[in-house]
């Protein structure tokens, strides 16, 4: 069934609703649920309003998310064509221009080439992959420390307070690894493709230009994974070895960053980056 155009004005109307930060979702981590921004946010509150429509039962959860998926897909075609009118493009001409779609084939190959060969995303890709092979493997240190810690608490040795401030530190720290393991190649990549563009001739490179300020999402989260993989190696110190290969890569990854990207760090993120909001 076509997404009626009437549907369509409701929701650009609840999309530009004036305590909505536009463009706040392009340069955050994606946690909606620990973001003080969350319901000024089109993408956070669309996240609490499926959480709040959740089941509890996987398949129908995730038979509603696919026909969400879906609906959004077709809303976004529906808004295209009507720009298109606005515009008087003919969207069928363009489909239907061979050089156009010859060239399109073409800059596209370019492009996957150009991510293909860099360095940072070979790193991004590999950290994401070795960490999410590590944890696999270790999962069992974690049931080790907290027969630990249960031990410690029933000799005395350690407090109830002090054993629930490791456990959320530690709980915390693997959670935040977790979280960024594939995020920081996902938000390279998309950096990278904007830098492509600059080759291309195609976009500035401003340090408001959207390729700098995925780099800076991403370079946040290099740090925050560093950050959580020392926590890490304070509560498992027989692991530091690997823990520490795992941050030597992402400094690596973090001087790739900013040397493709050197002045990320100056771009301005909506709302996270501005006092007062």
Known sequence: MAISRKKIKAFIRKAQAPHIIPGIHNYCDRWCERCAFQMRCNVGIA???????STGDME???EAAMKEVAENF???????KMDAERLNIDLNAIEE???VNRSFEERQKR???FLDQSPLKTLAHDYGMKVHDWIKSESEIFKGKGEELSSHLLMGISSEE???RVVNEMK???ETIQWFELFIEVKFSRALSGLFDVIEGEDDDEAQSDHNGSAKIALIAVDRSMSAWEIMMKHFPDKADDMLDFVALLSRIKSAGNESFPIAMKFIRPGFDEPGK
């Open 74 to 80: 077709e809303m976004t075609m529906e808004m295209i």
């Open 111 to 113: 492009e996957e080439e």
């Open 47 to 53: 996240e609490a309003e499926r959480a709040t429509k």
């Open 162 to 164: 002090e054993a629930m």
């Open 172 to 174: 915390d720290a693997i």
């Open 60 to 62: 129908a959860d995730m």
């Open 97 to 99: 221009d061979e050089e």
